[in-house]
C-alpha cells in the first residue's frame, strides 16, 4: 500500500514538472519527425533502397512552377476552345451580334452574294444580253424569281440597263416593278438610278423627282452623283433649267462632292441658251471646288465655240486644259479626240492621241481603251487610208515606259466590220484569225458580220463555216438573224447542213426559238425532205417549244398529200412526251418494272432519257419555262414569255 502511494505521487509530479506545448516546440517535433520518416526521401538521413512511390494527386490549382502553371493555362484555353463553357449554351446568355430592328429597311445585295447558283444564272443572262436576245434574257430573270436560285440585284440592273440601252423604255420601267415592287427584292442605287435615267429619256421628269425623293425618305443609302447627272440633264431637256440649278445645290448642300459631269449638263444648258456669262460663272465655281476636274467641260465649251465659228477660242479653251497638264482618263481624251476630228483639227487629234500611247502604262495609268483606237481607226477608213488603218489599229507608244494596248473583243469587232463594210473580207478574215489565236473569244456581233459578209459576197459555204463554229462555241443565236441564216441556207440547198445544226442547238440551253424550227420545217417540206422536216417535228415536241397552228396545218397539209396523214398524226400527239399516270395497285402489291419500249418512236425517247428530259418532265435543275404561257405576275404587259428557253437554275 505505502508502495503503490509512492509511485503515484512521482508520477503526478513528473506531470507537474513536464513543460508546456509551445508553438516553437511543436514545429521542431514535427520538422523531427518529418526527417525521421522513412516516406521522407533524404539519403543522409534516412539512406534506403528507392521504392516505387504513389502517383501524385492531381494539382488544381498549385503549381510548382510558372511553367507548369503556363502549361495548365494553355491546357485550360484548349478545352474552352473545344467545349465552351456552360453559361455560353444558355438561352438567356446576351448573343454576340446585336438584335437586328426589325423595322429597320432591309440592304440590297452585296457582292458577296454573287456566288455559286446565282453567279451562274447572272453569266447566263449576260450571255443572253451579249447575242441581243432580250426577251430571253428578261424570262430566264423573271422565272428565276419563283425558284430558290432568286436573282440577285445586280442581274436584275444588267436586264434593266440592256432594256434602256435599246429603247425599251416601258419594259424596263416594268422590269423595275417587278424585280423590286411585286418580288420583294431589294434595289440599290444603281436600281434607281436606271429607273430615273428611262423616266427622264422618256420626258416624265416629275415622276424621275419622285423616284428620287423616294431614295431619300425610303432608301438605306444615299443618292450618288449619277442620280443627280440624270436628273439635270432631264430638267435640262425639258427646260427647266432654273430647276436643274437648284438640283445641284441641293448635291452641294447634301455633302456631296463637286461632280464634273453635274457642272457640265448645266453648263452645256446655258450655252445653248446663249448665256456664255452663267456658264463661265459655273465653270469658274467647278475649278475653285475642285482642283483637279474632268476635261469633259473644256470639250463642251469647244464644241460651242465651234459651232459658233470660233476656232481661236475653241483652241484656247482646248490649250488652257493642256495647260494644267492634268491625267485625263480615255473617256475624257475620246471626247476631245471626237470633238477635234469633227471640226477637222486632224493634226491635234493625231497628236493627242500619240500623247495618249505614250502615257499608256497599266496598271497605273490607263490612258487609252478600244474606243480610242476605234475613234482613230475610223477616221483613216473614213479617208480611205487602208493601210494607215492598220498600222494605227497597232501604234503603240514612243516614251520609255509606256506599254502597248493588249486589244480586246470590242477593238477587233470594230476593224472587222469597217473591212467588212468595204468588201475586204480577206483582211476582215485576217484580223479575225488573229483574234483567235491570241485566245480571244469572238463574240455574237462578229459571227454576225461574218456571216453577213460571207452571205452577201454568196460565200455560202464559208458562211456555214462561221455559223457552225458560232453555234459550238455555244453562243446565243437570236430568232431574226436566225431566220434569215438558215433561209439562206434553205435556198442555196443546204437543207441536211441547216437541220443538222437546227438539231445541235437543240442539245443546249436554252434551245432555239420557235421561230427558226418554223423555218427549217418548211424548207425541208418544199425540198421534199419529209423524213428529216418529221424528225425536226419530233424535237420540237420533245423539247416542248410549241408547233404553231400555222405550222401544223401546214406539215398536215404536206404530209396528207404523199399519205402520211398517221405518221404526222403520231408526232403532233402531245401525250407521247407525258408520263403516264400511274395506275392504282393494291395493298401489299409489289411496284411493276418499267416497261421496254415497244417501237421505235418510243426507243428514241428511252435512249434519251438520259440525256435529254421529256417534255413533261422538266430537267433536274433546270425547269423547262418552254410551252407554258405563266399568267402570273411574272408576264409583263406587251411581252409575251419566250416559248423556246429554259430556266437552267438550281431548285
Given at each position: 500500500?505505502?508502495?503503490?502511494?509512492?509511485?503515484?505521487?512521482?508520477?503526478?509530479?513528473?506531470?507537474?514538472?513536464?513543460?508546456?506545448?509551445?508553438?516553437?516546440?511543436?514545429?521542431?517535433?514535427?520538422?523531427?519527425?518529418?526527417?525521421?520518416?522513412?516516406?521522407?526521401?533524404?539519403?543522409?538521413?534516412?539512406?534506403?533502397?528507392?521504392?516505387?512511390?504513389?502517383?501524385?494527386?492531381?494539382?488544381?490549382?498549385?503549381?510548382?512552377?510558372?511553367?507548369?502553371?503556363?502549361?495548365?493555362?494553355?491546357?485550360?484555353?484548349?478545352?474552352?476552345?473545344?467545349?465552351?463553357?456552360?453559361?455560353?449554351?444558355?438561352?438567356?446568355?446576351?448573343?454576340?451580334?446585336?438584335?437586328?430592328?426589325?423595322?429597320?429597311?432591309?440592304?440590297?445585295?452585296?457582292?458577296?452574294?454573287?456566288?455559286?447558283?446565282?453567279?451562274?444564272?447572272?453569266?447566263?443572262?449576260?450571255?443572253?444580253?451579249?447575242?441581243?436576245?432580250?426577251?430571253?434574257?428578261?424570262?430566264?430573270?423573271?422565272?428565276?424569281?419563283?425558284?430558290?436560285?432568286?436573282?440577285?440585284?445586280?442581274?436584275?440592273?444588267?436586264?434593266?440597263?440592256?432594256?434602256?440601252?435599246?429603247?425599251?423604255?416601258?419594259?424596263?420601267?416594268?422590269?423595275?416593278?417587278?424585280?423590286?415592287?411585286?418580288?420583294?427584292?431589294?434595289?440599290?442605287?444603281?436600281?434607281?438610278?436606271?429607273?430615273?435615267?428611262?423616266?427622264?429619256?422618256?420626258?416624265?421628269?416629275?415622276?424621275?423627282?419622285?423616284?428620287?425623293?423616294?431614295?431619300?425618305?425610303?432608301?438605306?443609302?444615299?443618292?450618288?452623283?449619277?442620280?443627280?447627272?440624270?436628273?439635270?440633264?432631264?430638267?435640262?431637256?425639258?427646260?427647266?433649267?432654273?430647276?436643274?440649278?437648284?438640283?445641284?445645290?441641293?448635291?452641294?448642300?447634301?455633302?456631296?462632292?463637286?461632280?464634273?459631269?453635274?457642272?457640265?449638263?448645266?453648263?452645256?444648258?446655258?450655252?445653248?441658251?446663249?448665256?456664255?456669262?452663267?456658264?463661265?460663272?459655273?465653270?469658274?465655281?467647278?475649278?475653285?471646288?475642285?482642283?483637279?476636274?474632268?476635261?469633259?467641260?473644256?470639250?463642251?465649251?469647244?464644241?460651242?465655240?465651234?459651232?459658233?465659228?470660233?476656232?481661236?477660242?475653241?483652241?484656247?479653251?482646248?490649250?488652257?486644259?493642256?495647260?494644267?497638264?492634268?491625267?485625263?482618263?480615255?473617256?475624257?481624251?475620246n471626247t476631245l479626240l471626237e470633238v477635234l476630228l469633227k471640226h477637222g483639227k486632224t493634226k491635234e487629234a493625231w497628236a493627242l492621241f500619240e500623247d495618249m500611247l505614250d502615257n499608256h502604262t497599266p496598271p497605273n495609268t490607263q490612258a487609252v481603251n478600244s474606243d480610242t483606237f476605234n475613234i482613230m481607226v475610223n477616221e483613216c477608213f473614213k479617208l480611205g487610208n487602208f493601210e494607215e488603218a492598220i498600222k494605227t489599229f497597232k501604234k503603240v507608244g514612243t516614251k520609255p515606259g509606256?506599254?502597248?494596248?493588249?486589244?480586246?473583243?470590242?477593238?477587233?469587232?470594230?476593224?472587222?466590220?469597217?473591212?467588212?463594210?468595204?468588201?475586204?473580207?480577206?483582211?476582215?478574215?485576217?484580223?479575225?484569225?488573229?483574234?483567235?489565236?491570241?485566245?480571244?473569244?469572238?463574240?455574237?456581233?462578229?459571227?454576225?458580220?461574218?456571216?453577213?459578209?460571207?452571205?452577201?459576197?454568196?460565200?455560202?459555204?464559208?458562211?456555214?463555216?462561221?455559223?457552225?463554229?458560232?453555234?459550238?462555241?455555244?453562243?446565243?443565236?437570236?430568232?431574226?438573224?436566225?431566220?434569215?441564216?438558215?433561209?439562206?441556207?434553205?435556198?442555196?440547198?443546204?437543207?441536211?447542213?441547216?437541220?443538222?445544226?437546227?438539231?445541235?442547238?437543240?442539245?443546249?440551253?436554252?434551245?432555239?426559238?420557235?421561230?427558226?424550227?418554223?423555218?427549217?420545217?418548211?424548207?425541208?417540206?418544199?425540198?421534199?425532205?419529209?423524213?428529216?422536216?418529221?424528225?425536226?417535228?419530233?424535237?420540237?415536241?420533245?423539247?416542248?417549244?410549241?408547233?404553231?397552228?400555222?405550222?401544223?396545218?401546214?406539215?398536215?397539209?404536206?404530209?396528207?398529200?404523199?399519205?402520211?396523214?398517221?405518221?404526222?398524226?403520231?408526232?403532233?400527239?402531245?401525250?407521247?412526251?407525258?408520263?403516264?399516270?400511274?395506275?392504282?395497285?393494291?395493298?401489299?402489291?409489289?411496284?411493276?418494272?418499267?416497261?421496254?419500249?415497244?417501237?421505235?418512236?418510243?426507243?428514241?425517247?428511252?435512249?434519251?432519257?438520259?440525256?435529254?428530259?421529256?417534255?413533261?418532265?422538266?430537267?433536274?435543275?433546270?425547269?423547262?419555262?418552254?410551252?407554258?404561257?405563266?399568267?402570273?405576275?411574272?408576264?409583263?404587259?406587251?411581252?409575251?414569255?419566250?416559248?423556246?428557253?429554259?430556266?437552267?437554275?438550281?431548285?
Open positions: 500500500m505505502p508502495l503503490f502511494r509512492l509511485s503515484l505521487f512521482r508520477s503526478l509530479h513528473y506531470r507537474h514538472q513536464r513543460p508546456k506545448a509551445t508553438p516553437t516546440l511543436l514545429l521542431s517535433r514535427l520538422l523531427h519527425n518529418v526527417a525521421l520518416n522513412p516516406a521522407f526521401e533524404n539519403p543522409i538521413q534516412n539512406p534506403q533502397t528507392p521504392s516505387p512511390s504513389p502517383p501524385p494527386l492531381p494539382r488544381s490549382y498549385g503549381f510548382t512552377s510558372a511553367e507548369e502553371a503556363a502549361a495548365e493555362r494553355r491546357r485550360r484555353k484548349r478545352r474552352l476552345r473545344i467545349e465552351p463553357p456552360i453559361h455560353a449554351l444558355r438561352a438567356s446568355a446576351p448573343s454576340a451580334s446585336p438584335t437586328r430592328d426589325p423595322n429597320a429597311p432591309r440592304l440590297p445585295d452585296s457582292t458577296s452574294a454573287l456566288v455559286g447558283h446565282r453567279l451562274n444564272l447572272h453569266n447566263r443572262v449576260q450571255s443572253l444580253i451579249r447575242a441581243s436576245d432580250l426577251d430571253a434574257a428578261s424570262l430566264l430573270a423573271r422565272s428565276s424569281v419563283f425558284f430558290s436560285t432568286r436573282p440577285t440585284v445586280f442581274t436584275c440592273n444588267a436586264i434593266i440597263a440592256a432594256m434602256y440601252r435599246n429603247k425599251r423604255f416601258n419594259e424596263a420601267i416594268a422590269l423595275f416593278h417587278f424585280f423590286f415592287k411585286q418580288s420583294d427584292l431589294v434595289p440599290n442605287v444603281v436600281s434607281y438610278n436606271n429607273l430615273i435615267n428611262t423616266h427622264c429619256d422618256r420626258g416624265e421628269v416629275d415622276t424621275a423627282i419622285q423616284v428620287y425623293r423616294e431614295i431619300l425618305e425610303m432608301a438605306p443609302f444615299n443618292p450618288s452623283p449619277v442620280t443627280y447627272r440624270h436628273l439635270t440633264k432631264g430638267l435640262i431637256d425639258a427646260g427647266r433649267i432654273g430647276e436643274a440649278v437648284d438640283m445641284l445645290r441641293e448635291m452641294l448642300n447634301k455633302g456631296h462632292g463637286a461632280d464634273s459631269l453635274v457642272f457640265n449638263n448645266l453648263i452645256s444648258g446655258f450655252l445653248n441658251l446663249g448665256n456664255l456669262n452663267k456658264a463661265n460663272e459655273l465653270f469658274d465655281e467647278l475649278k475653285e471646288r475642285c482642283l483637279v476636274y474632268d476635261g469633259v467641260v473644256n470639250a463642251t465649251f469647244m464644241e460651242w465655240w465651234f459651232n459658233q465659228g470660233k476656232d481661236k477660242e475653241a483652241m484656247d479653251s482646248y490649250k488652257s486644259l493642256l495647260d494644267r497638264k492634268f491625267k485625263m482618263p480615255a473617256p475624257t481624251c509606256s506599254k502597248p494596248f493588249a486589244m480586246d473583243v470590242a477593238g477587233y469587232n470594230n476593224i472587222v466590220t469597217r473591212f467588212c463594210e468595204h468588201g475586204m473580207l480577206s483582211e476582215a478574215e485576217r484580223f479575225f484569225q488573229e483574234l483567235c489565236g491570241k485566245s480571244l473569244t469572238p463574240d455574237v456581233p462578229m459571227y454576225r458580220t461574218m456571216i453577213d459578209a460571207y452571205l452577201k459576197a454568196e460565200r455560202v459555204d464559208d458562211a456555214l463555216q462561221s455559223f457552225t463554229k458560232m453555234v459550238e462555241t455555244g453562243l446565243r443565236v437570236v430568232a431574226s438573224f436566225g431566220t434569215r441564216v438558215f433561209s439562206e441556207f434553205l435556198k442555196n440547198g443546204k437543207n441536211m447542213e441547216a437541220a443538222s445544226l437546227l438539231t445541235k442547238m437543240g442539245e443546249k440551253d436554252p434551245k432555239p426559238d420557235a421561230a427558226l424550227y418554223d423555218v427549217v420545217v418548211r424548207g425541208l417540206c418544199d425540198a421534199d425532205e419529209l423524213d428529216k422536216s418529221l424528225d425536226i417535228l419530233d424535237q420540237m415536241m420533245k423539247y416542248s417549244i410549241g408547233v404553231t397552228p400555222a405550222l401544223q396545218e401546214f406539215v398536215r397539209g404536206a404530209f396528207g398529200n404523199v399519205g402520211r396523214n398517221e405518221e404526222i398524226d403520231r408526232v403532233l400527239n402531245e401525250n407521247r412526251w407525258r408520263f403516264p399516270r400511274p395506275q392504282p395497285r393494291a395493298f401489299g402489291q409489289p411496284p411493276q418494272p418499267p416497261r421496254p419500249p415497244s417501237g421505235p418512236a418510243e426507243m428514241a425517247g428511252w435512249q434519251s432519257s438520259g440525256s435529254h428530259r421529256m417534255a413533261g418532265q422538266p430537267p433536274s435543275g433546270f425547269p423547262q419555262m418552254g410551252g407554258q404561257q405563266y399568267s402570273g405576275p411574272s408576264q409583263m404587259t406587251g411581252q409575251q414569255p419566250f416559248g423556246s428557253s429554259y430556266f437552267s437554275g438550281e431548285q
